[in-house]
Antibody, heavy 126, light 108 residues
Framework: QLQLRESGPGLVKPSETLSLTCTVS??????????WGWIRQPPGKGLEWIGS???????YRNPSLNRRVTISVDTSKNQFSLKLSSVTAADTAVYYC??????????????????WGQGTLVTVSS | SYVLTQPPSVSVAPGQTARIPCGGN??????VHWYQQKPGQAPVLVVY???DRPSGIPERFSGSNSGNTATLTISRVEAGDEADYYC???????????FGGGTKVTVL
């Protein structure tokens, strides 16, 4: 059974960089048709996609966060990571990692998240 | 960018049918996916590609998509279905994922 687990500091100071890692177990990160994504959820609010990465390093990123987001992959460790720079209190959220399927269809594309980590709360505060 | 609109809440009595709309411009031309999120838990995929169910999801969960509205339907609602539900699409014009704002389903 595929499992994903987020890890990283639970508290980050304003203006600093948030860093999280997602470790994938029960399957390889090197698999066709699957990206690996980050999604966040501020307390009491909805889901916001941050970005996704393929094992080759190709990425998709949310335009609203693009300039502050770096997503990387380490296939040797079966991990992928998120860095979000210049954080503010608005970046306080539960951060989830998830497996992101991408399948081409005629005239469209299937893109959805089929496995999720449990999430980790990151608070931005001095 | 593409916007998905969901009502903040839907209430339904046990045994009845809940219908959760997700509105978007010509959403019928996109593939819509639905997630269930219970308090303190990660989201779970309940419908993908408009109307398909992952393994393990009850047949009570179904989806449809046409015109400007996609709908998640929960038949014979149970107390355990009380949760937040999110719709999601891929915006191919900008190559990014879009989530709806979420709908809280309350079982009366």
């Amino acid at each position: 059974q595929l499992q994903l687990r987020e890890s990283g500091p639970g508290l980050v100071k304003p203006s600093e960089t948030l860093s999280l890692t997602c470790t994938v177990s029960g399957g390889s990160i090197i698999i066709g048709s699957y990206y690996w994504g980050w999604i966040r959820q501020p307390p009491g609010k909805g889901l916001e996609w941050i970005g996704s990465i393929y094992y080759s390093g190709s990425t998709y990123r949310n335009p609203s966060l693009n300039r502050r987001v770096t997503i990387s992959v380490d296939t040797s460790k079966n991990q992928f990571s998120l860095k979000l720079s210049s954080v503010t209190a608005a970046d306080t959220a539960v951060y989830y990692c998830a497996r992101h399927l991408e399948v081409a269809k005629v005239g469209s594309a299937l893109q959805y998240f089929d496995y999720w980590g449990q999430g980790t709360l990151v608070t931005v505060s001095s | 960018s593409y916007v998905l609109t969901q009502p903040p809440s839907v209430s339904v009595a046990p045994g009845q049918t809940a219908r959760i709309p997700c509105g978007g411009n010509n959403i019928g031309s996109k593939n819509v996916h639905w997630y269930q999120q219970k308090p303190g838990q990660a989201p779970v995929l309940v419908v993908y590609d408009d109307s398909d169910r992952p393994s393990g999801i009850p047949e009570r969960f179904s989806g449809s998509n046409s015109g400007n509205t996609a709908t998640l339907t929960i038949s014979r609602v149970e107390a355990g279905d009380e949760a937040d539900y999110y719709c999601q699409v891929w915006d191919s014009s900008g190559d990014h994922v879009v989530f709806g704002g979420g709908t809280k389903v309350t079982v009366l």
